[in-house]
């Protein structure tokens, strides 16, 4: 009995595989919103009430898509700060940078449905959030030990935040431990400045006006790196 449910567990775990396998091709083609579990049934060769056995709404299947899109692209960002010193952190954010862009280029759909427009109707639950943070907590811990050695030195302070933002600080502290809130912020600009320029690139805004888009890239997040404080 024990062996039976495990064969059929892992029946259970490659179909789901597949599924969302054929749903990332149909990504590529009709985009989240001509997302659909009849047409994935249909190249699957399955008919549409056994694929809702795995799956019971698009719903379900784009949230299991963007989990997949998430933890994908958190497994590059910490491969990319693993490979060098704890010390070298302006190394490590410059190589966690080039691994998000490397893995957009390569998986442009699946960015887009992670960082593009909003999917009409589609509110992603809770169950997203720990692979959504994992490149954000990789980030996180490059400042916090860039703090921690002392080797922050921001070229000016920034203009005073507005009181508001104190309480946004706190939360935000719980990925960069001890940081006051002007380091906060200035990583918070960086860290969106990344993705800014990584999806402008996707997106075709530098068509026709940055044409060595990997220097330029390069040289934007060593920009970046000097308003977090890190020696460029």
């Given at each position: 009995m024990s062996s039976s449910r495990t064969a059929r567990e892992r029946v259970r775990a490659e179909l789901t595989r597949e599924i969302t396998d054929v749903a990332r091709r149909q990504l590529a083609v009709e985009g989240a919103t001509g997302l659909s579990?009849?047409?994935?049934?249909?190249?699957?060769?399955?008919?549409?009430?056994?694929?809702?056995?795995?799956?019971?709404?698009?719903?379900d299947l784009l949230t299991a898509l963007i989990i997949d899109g998430?933890?994908?692209?958190?497994?590059?960002?910490?491969?990319?700060?693993?490979?060098?010193?704890?010390?070298?952190h302006t190394g490590r954010w410059l190589a966690v940078c080039h691994a998000v862009r490397d893995w957009?280029?390569?998986?442009?759909?699946?960015?887009?449905?992670?960082y593009g427009s909003p999917v009409p109707g589609y509110q992603a639950p809770q169950d997203t959030v720990p692979a959504a943070v994992r490149d954000t907590l990789v980030y996180g811990r490059i400042v916090s030990d860039a703090l921690r050695a002392g080797a922050l030195n921001p070229p000016a302070p920034c203009p005073p935040a507005p009181p508001s933002f104190s309480e946004d600080a706190a939360r935000i502290r719980e990925m960069i431990p001890g940081a006051p809130d002007d380091v906060i912020v200035r990583a918070v600009i960086a860290w969106t400045g990344l993705f800014g320029w990584?999806?402008?690139?996707?997106?075709?805004?530098?068509?026709?006006a940055i044409l060595d888009r990997a220097a330029a890239f390069d040289h934007a997040m060593r920009c970046h790196a000097q308003i977090i404080g890190l020696p460029v």
């Open positions: 579990l009849r047409a994935v049934a249909r190249e699957m060769g399955m008919v549409s009430s056994a694929i809702y056995r795995y799956f019971p709404s698009r719903d998430y933890n994908a692209l958190g497994e590059a960002v910490e491969r990319a700060d693993a490979a060098l010193p704890r010390e070298d957009a280029l390569a998986r442009p759909h699946e960015y887009a449905l992670l990584v999806s402008f690139e996707l997106f075709g805004q530098f068509n026709n």
